[in-house]
């Protein structure tokens, strides 16, 4: 399967804990944008990387979030010392080049936190 | 600041009872207006692109179209495999997702 590939698909941790959500882009893509969604609501830009470089992070909560996307490896989101309102579907897609050229995002099938 | 309004937010149709769906906008300078589809428990699928008012495009049974101020997605004799939630988004490199149509075609 060459598409975006997420994993874990579904997370479980208790408050306090961290999550470490990763994605490995589409084969011959270098750029990676996550993406939360909550129950009933739309997609929320978080951050735009690529490799070794965060280009946009506007859609990040100051704390207790990061992204990177290394040289080597997939691109990680982590979340530290959860809390329930992080609860949610995190998705990942890449591109080859600025989705402004082509218009078009793949998405993975997404990681399902939820905190207890 | 570029924002994306989708309404309804469901829409339940009987299989070949055609509808539409619809995307208003408020952007500086449009710079491509895109649809996905998303299904339950999955990622959004690219459907279309359009970039300037007038423009058109089809698939199957969706065509999408595009004024200056909304975009249309009309579904023609929906089937139940049509049914989703479909997502507009805004292009700023970034896409502004709107919350989505969720639509529900029952046989």
């Known amino acids: 399967n060459a598409g975006v590939m997420q994993n874990p698909r579904h997370l479980v941790r208790r408050r306090g804990q961290e999550a470490r959500l990763r994605c490995s882009p589409m084969?011959?893509?270098?750029?990676v944008y996550w993406y939360r969604q909550l129950p009933e609501e739309g997609l929320k830009f978080m951050v735009y990387?690529?490799?070794?470089?965060?280009?946009?992070e506007s859609g990040m909560p100051k704390e207790r979030f990061s992204a990177e996307f290394p040289k080597e490896g997939p691109s990680i989101l982590r979340i530290q010392q959860v809390v329930r309102g992080d609860s949610a579907a995190y998705f990942c897609?890449?591109?080859?080049?600025?989705?402004?050229?082509?218009?078009?995002?793949?998405f993975g099938e997404g990681s399902r936190l939820t905190v207890l | 600041e570029d924002q994306v309004t989708q309404s309804p937010e469901a829409l339940r149709l009987q299989e070949g009872e055609s509808s539409s769906l619809n995307c208003s906008y408020t952007?500086?300078?449009?710079?491509?207006l895109f649809w996905y589809r998303q299904d339950p428990g999955k990622g959004p699928e690219f459907l279309f692109t359009?970039?300037?008012a007038g423009e058109e495009k089809e698939k199957e049974r969706l065509k999408a179209t595009l004024t200056k101020k909304e975009s249309f997605l009309h579904i023609t004799a929906p089937k139940p495999e049509d049914s989703a939630t479909y997502l507009c988004?805004?292009?700023?490199?970034?896409?502004?997702f709107g919350a989505g149509t969720t639509v529900t075609v029952r046989a």
């Open positions: 897609a890449s591109s080859q080049g600025l989705s402004s050229n082509t218009g078009e995002l793949f």
């Open positions: 084969k011959g893509h270098s750029h």
């Open positions: 990387l690529q490799k070794e470089n965060i280009i946009d």
């Open positions: 952007v500086s300078g449009l710079r491509g």
């Open positions: 359009l970039y300037s």
């Open positions: 988004a805004l292009n700023d490199y970034k896409l502004s």
